[in-house]
C-alpha cells in the first residue's frame, strides 16, 4: 500500500524547497532589524584595563553600544554550566560580555548595534580597549605543567577528573589483569583539535512588542533557549517564542546554549523596542564559537596468545579550551564508547579535562567517539602486529557474542545510565564488511594497504522528546515535534512514521519542527537520537489519534473498532472496502460544531443528526478534534554500531594519501528510510576523511589560531571522496516502540582509525597522532628509515 513506508526510500521531501533557494534562514529574516556586531579580544589572555567608545560615538547610523557594565545583573551573569558532574570540580562559564579579564582569541568584549551591519563594523572599528596582556596557556602539555592559569582559582588548570573502573570477572583490576598477562603493549596516542564547519554559522534575530519577545536563532535546541532567555531575562515562559527557521548545518556547535548572542541580542532589542539581528561571519565562527577533538591517549593493555584482551587501562587528558559550558560530556563519551564492541577482561580509565587559553570544547559530530574508536582500534591494530595475526581475528576473538545481549559493560554512559547495549550482531557485520572490502583478496603493497575500524555509538539519549500529531477536516495530517532540524530528513522520516501508522498518503503530512508555538517542550537535535526518540513519540502520538479515528468511525459505520483498518486516508472494514469513511469526516465528526464555515463543517453541526440527544457532544474524558499528543522517554540509550574498511594508496615521492575504496557495514536497528541513512553515513564519512587527513586547528605559542580561515583550513572536496559502498544490518532495538538507533555520526566516528591503519598497512610505519598530512608522512618516513617493508600488518 502507498501508505506503509515505513523501511522505504523515499525521497527526500525537503530538498525541493532548500535546493531551488526555497529555504528560509535566519539572515533571510529581519531585512529592516538593527544590526549588531562585536568587538572581540585579539589577545588569548589579558585583562581588560579599559574601554574608550569616544571615537565610535561620531559614527552615522550608530544606535548603542554596551560592555558589561551596561548589563543588568541577570544579563550579566556568567552564562549556565548545561551539564554540571560530580567530577566537573572547577566548572567555569564565561560572561556574555567580557568581564574583566578574556580568556582566549575573539571573546566578545564590546557589543555594538547600528543601523545597519556595515555601520557596526565601522564603530566596532573605532573602540579602543586598554588590555593588559597576561601569558597563555596553550597546548595539554603546558596546561598540565600548571605554571600559568588560565583561571586563577583552578590549581593546575584542572577543571575535571574522573575514574571508572570495572575489574574481571575474577575480581582482578585492569592494572593486575595486565601484569598477569603474557604479553603487554603500552603507547601514546593523539588526537588534534579540529572544529565543525556548518555552511550556515550562528545567528539571532529578536522583535519584542512590549509583553511578548520572539527569537529566530540558528539552534539545535530551540526549547532550551527559550527557557534560558526567559530565565535570563526574567521573562514568563508564555511569553517567550523561539524558532529554529532552516538550519544550514549544526554539527553539534549549535547545540550550546545560550550563546552570549543569544541573550544580547533579545535583551537589546527589550532595550531599544526595536528588531535586532546579529548573524556570525565566517572568521566570528572560527574564534569565538567551538571546537573538539584535542585528546591525549596513554594506553596499556594485557593480552594472551590469541589476542584477547585480558586488561586495559588508559588515560585521557582532554583540552577542554577556555571555559566548560557543556560539561564534561566529550571526555565522558570518549572513556565509556571506547570498549567498542569488546568483551575486554577488566578495565580502568581515567581522564582529566583541563583548561587553555583557546576557543572553548563541546561535542562536534561524534562527540568524543572519534577518539575513543581511535584508541581503541589502533589498540587492536597494534597486538595483531605484535602478534603477527590478521587484523581481523584480533577483533573477532574479542567480540561480544550475538547471545550475551543484553550486554552489561559496567560502566555510567553519558546520560547517567549504565552502560548497557542492547543489540547487535559484531561476528555477522566483520563478515559482512570483509566481503564487501574484499578483505580476504587483499594483496598489501609498497605504498598501498588496508584498514578497518568497528565502532559502537550509544544513541536516542532522554530525557525524552514529545510528538503532536492532528488530523484536519481537509484530511490532512499536521505533525510537530519540538526538536530542531540541520538537514536531517525529519520532514521526510517522520512523516513516514506518520503515514505508517496512520495510512494516510506522505503527500497529505505536513512536519513542523523547532518551533516552540507548535510544540513547547523538547530536548533537542543531537547524539543521533532524533529519529529513536522524536519518532518514537510521534508513533505513539499517531496511535492515539489512529484510536479515537477508529472508535468514531466505528460508531458511523456501526461497526466493531476492532474490525476496521486505515489505508489510503480511508476507513473501512476489513474485507469490505465499501464499507469506508474518509479519515477527513472522522475528524469532522471529532469536533462538534454550532457554526458551518464550509460544506464538511456543516457535517457537524447540532442539526446534521450525527449526535444522539442522550449524551453530550463531547464525551465525558475525551476533547474536542481528531489529535493526540504524546512523549517518549527512553529508559536509557540504544546502541547502534558499524564497521568500516578503506583502501588507501600513499604516492611515492609527495607521500599524498588517497583514498580508493571505503565500505561501510551499520547497524542502527529497523531502518526508517535507507537512502536517508546512507546520505547521512556518506556526509558522515566525508567529515571524518577530513578530520583524518585535512581538518586541524593550529595555534602559536601565543594563543592566535593560524588557519581562521577557509583559505587555511582545509576541509576536502567532492574530489577527495571516494565512492562509498554500504551495506545494512537490522538488529531491532528491545528498547522503543519502533526498534530503531541512531545513525546521524556513525559516517564521522571510526575514519581515523581506519585510515590510520591503512596508512600504516602501506608504509609498514605506525601511525599514533591524526590527522596526518602529507609532509607528516613524508617526515615519518625519513626516520623510519624507508627500511621498513610495508604491507606487514594484515595476516600472520
Not at 532589524?33 to 568587538?39: G, H, Q
Not at 596499556?300 to 596468545?305: A, E, I, Q, S, Y
Not at 555509538?457 to 540541520?486: A, F, K, M, N
Amino acid at each position: 500500500m502507498t501508505t506503509r513506508l515505513f523501511g522505504e526510500p523515499v525521497q527526500r521531501r525537503e530538498d525541493p524547497r532548500l535546493l531551488t533557494g526555497g529555504g528560509r534562514y535566519l539572515d533571510d529574516l529581519g531585512s529592516g532589524a538593527l544590526a549588531a556586531a562585536f568587538v572581540r579580544s585579539p589577545h588569548a589572555h589579558a585583562r581588560v584595563r579599559d574601554v574608550d567608545v569616544s571615537a565610535a560615538l561620531d559614527v552615522d547610523g550608530l544606535v548603542a553600544i554596551y560592555t558589561w557594565e551596561d548589563l543588568p545583573e541577570r544579563v550579566g551573569r556568567p552564562l549556565p554550566l548545561l551539564i554540571p558532574h560530580p567530577a566537573l570540580t572547577h566548572g567555569r562559564t564565561a560572561y556574555p560580555l567580557a568581564r574583566d579579564v578574556v580568556r582566549h582569541v575573539g571573546e566578545p568584549v564590546v557589543m555594538v548595534v547600528a543601523r545597519d551591519r556595515y555601520l557596526a563594523e565601522d564603530a566596532c572599528a573605532l573602540i579602543e580597549v586598554d588590555y593588559e596582556p597576561l601569558k597563555p596557556v596553550v597546548g595539554l602539555e603546558e596546561a598540565v605543567q600548571g605554571a600559568q592559569l588560565v583561571h586563577e582559582d583552578v590549581p593546575d588548570n584542572v577543571g575535571a577528573h574522573l575514574v571508572q573502573e570495572v575489574p574481571n570477572a575474577a575480581g582482578r583490576s585492569a592494572r593486575e589483569a595486565i601484569e598477569a598477562s603474557p604479553h603487554t603493549l603500552s603507547f601514546r596516542l593523539d588526537i588534534e583539535r579540529s572544529a565543525s564547519m556548518p555552511l550556515e554559522g550562528r545567528g539571532v534575530y529578536a522583535r519584542w512588542d512590549g509583553s511578548d519577545l520572539r527569537v529566530y536563532t540558528s539552534t539545535q535546541t530551540s526549547t532550551s533557549v527559550r527557557m534560558a532567555v526567559a530565565a535570563t531575562l526574567d521573562l514568563p515562559l508564555p511569553h517567550v517564542e523561539v524558532i529554529a527557521p532552516d538550519v544550514g548545518g549544526g554539527f553539534g556547535v549549535k547545540i550550546v546554549h545560550p550563546w552570549p548572542e543569544e541573550i544580547l541580542v533579545p535583551w537589546a532589542a527589550m532595550r531599544l523596542g526595536q528588531e535586532v539581528k546579529w548573524t556570525e561571519d565566517r572568521r566570528e565562527h572560527f574564534i569565538s564559537s567551538a571546537h573538539e577533538r584535542g585528546q591525549v591517549q596513554h594506553v596499556r593493555v594485557g593480552f594472551d596468545d590469541d589476542g584477547v584482551v585480558n586488561g586495559l587501562d588508559v588515560t585521557i587528558l582532554h583540552d577542554h579550551g577556555a571555559y566548560t559550558p557543556y560539561g564534561i560530556i566529550v571526555p565522558i563519551i570518549t572513556s565509556t564508547q571506547l570498549l567498542g564492541p569488546y568483551r575486554i577482561g577488566a578495565y580502568r580509565v581515567e581522564f582529566s579535562a583541563v583548561y587553555t587559553n583557546t576557543v572553548q570544547v563541546t561535542p562536534y559530530r561524534g562527540a568524543g567517539r572519534p577518539q575513543a574508536v581511535f584508541c581503541m582500534e589502533r589498540t587492536m591494530d597494534k597486538i595483531a602486529r605484535y602478534l603477527g595475526k590478521d587484523r581481523t581475528e584480533v577483533r573477532a576473538a574479542n567480540f561480544i557474542r550475538p547471545d550475551e545481549f543484553p550486554y552489561d559493560q559496567g560502566l555510567i554512559f553519558q546520560d547517567g545510565r549504565p552502560l548497557i547495549y542492547d543489540s547487535g550482531d559484531y561476528p555477522e557485520m566483520l563478515r559482512m564488511l570483509k566481503e564487501l572490502i574484499g578483505w580476504d583478496d587483499f594483496e598489501p603493497g609498497r605504498h598501498r594497504g588496508i584498514g578497518i575500524g568497528c565502532y559502537v555509538e550509544g544513541t536516542g539519549v532522554g530525557p525524552y522528546e514529545g510528538g503532536h500529531v492532528q488530523i484536519t477536516s481537509d484530511g490532512r495530517v499536521h505533525v510537530s515535534t519540538g526538536l530542531t532540524s540541520q538537514g536531517q530528513g525529519h520532514e521526510t522520516a517522520f512523516a513516514q512514521i506518520a503515514a505508517t501508522e496512520l495510512g494516510v498518503p506522505i503527500e497529505r503530512i505536513s512536519v513542523v519542527t523547532g518551533d516552540t508555538r507548535r510544540f513547547g517542550y523538547a530536548v533537542g537535535t543531537f547524539a543521533s537520537r532524533a529519529a529513536v526518540v522524536s519518532g518514537n513519540a510521534i508513533a505513539l502520538a499517531c496511535r492515539k489519534v489512529r484510536e479515537k479515528a477508529l472508535r468514531i468511525a466505528a460508531e458511523a459505520l456501526e461497526a466493531d473498532p476492532a474490525d476496521l483498518e486505515i489505508a489510503d486516508g480511508l476507513v473501512h472494514v476489513v474485507g469490505t472496502p465499501s464499507a469506508s469513511i474518509p479519515l477527513s469526516t472522522v475528524a469532522v465528526l471529532a469536533n462538534p460544531l454550532r457554526y458551518a464555515f464550509d460544506e464538511e463543517a456543516a457535517k457537524a453541526t447540532q442539526f446534521s443528526g450525527i449526535s444522539s440527544p442522550d449524551k453530550p457532544p463531547v464525551a465525558e474524558g475525551d476533547e474536542p478534534g481528531l489529535e493526540g499528543r504524546d512523549y517518549y522517554s527512553p529508559i536509557r540509550s540504544t546502541f547502534a554500531a558499524g564497521m568500516h574498511a578503506a583502501i588507501v594508496e600513499t604516492d611515492p615521492l609527495t607521500a599524498e594519501i588517497k583514498v580508493l575504496r571505503y565500505a561501510v557495514v551499520h547497524d542502527c536497528g529497523r531502518l526508517i528510510n535507507p537512502m536517508i541513512v546512507e546520505g547521512q553515513i556518506h556526509g558522515g564519512v566525508a567529515q571524518g576523511i577530513g578530520g583524518a587527513l585535512y581538518e586541524r586547528m593550529v595555534y602559536d605559542g601565543h594563543g592566535q589560531l593560524l588557519n581562521a580561515s577557509f583559505m587555511d583550513f582545509l576541509m576536502p572536496y567532492v574530489t577527495e571522496i571516494p565512492h562509498i559502498e554500504t551495506a545494512h544490518l537490522e538488529t531491532p532495538s528491545p528498547l522503543n516502540p519502533l526498534g530503531i538507533k541512531g545513525a546521524g555520526e556513525a559516517g564521522v566516528i571510526p575514519v581515523s582509525a581506519v585510515i590510520a591503519g591503512a596508512i600504516e598497512d602501506a608504509e609498514g610505519i605506525e601511525i599514533d597522532r591524526m590527522p596526518i598530512s602529507p609532509s607528516e608522512l613524508f617526515d615519518l618516513r625519513n626516520l623510519a628509515g624507508q627500511d621498513a617493508e610495508p604491507g606487514t600488518q594484515q595476516d600472520a
